[in-house]
């Protein structure tokens, strides 16, 4: 299996993994964000992006220090000083989270933060089972999910609708 805690398996991946793989260490995003256990999931990790997927990098944030974690970011020049970024404090399964979106070169970049490990979290667990999915029912499936994410469905439900899923947040992580 791919260790996806590492970017480097990125540079033998498709057409937009390895361009994913080029913008991230020209900016130097998993060295800046290091001290946070950056790790990056979501769907262009395992090839079913479609045009509008983001790069998602989740990491383990403890947010009594919020402000912290913030000035590294800026201070530590992640994101280039004219660069709009959007930041959010949200509630995910009743844990705080914050979310930073911004664009480098022509990726949307979204970092998630939680205060727990980044191996931990609901991205990452998701995308391991749908990782293991993908490898058990081949391509016809992967271009099924990239289908109906084309149609605007987003991932966890397409896995769920053609797998039956009742609650597919829930159910893909018990895979």
Same mark, same amino acid.
Request: net charge negative; with cysteine; charged share 30%.
């Given at each position: ?28 995003? #998993? !060295? ?7 790790? &990056?999931?979501?769907? @262009? +990790?395992?090839?079913? $992006? ?14 009594? #220090? !919020? ?7 800026? &201070?530590?020049?992640? @994101? +280039?000083?004219?660069? $709009? ?91």
């Amino acid at each position: 299996m791919i260790d996806f805690t590492n970017i480097e398996y990125l540079k033998a991946g498709n057409k937009k993994q390895k361009r994913a793989y080029e913008v991230l260490r020209k900016y130097k995003v #998993f !060295e800046k964000l290091k001290p946070y256990a950056p790790v &990056l999931a979501g769907t @262009i +990790p395992i090839g079913i $992006d479609i045009e509008s997927s983001d790069l998602d990098i989740i990491c383990e944030v403890d947010l009594r #220090f !919020e402000e912290d974690f913030l000035d590294d970011i800026a &201070l530590g020049r992640l @994101i +280039p000083g004219d660069t $709009d970024v959007k930041v959010e404090n949200i509630i995910v399964h009743g844990e705080k989270s914050i979310v930073l979106n911004f664009m480098l070169d022509e990726f949307p970049i979204e970092i998630f933060g939680q205060n727990k490990p980044s191996t931990e979290q609901n991205a990452y667990r998701h995308m391991l089972a749908e990782y293991r999915i993908l490898q058990e029912k081949g391509e016809d499936f992967k271009h099924k999910i990239i289908e109906l994410k084309n149609q605007g469905i987003k991932t966890e439900p397409a896995f769920g609708l053609l797998m039956g899923l009742e609650n597919p947040y829930e159910d893909l992580l018990k895979f």
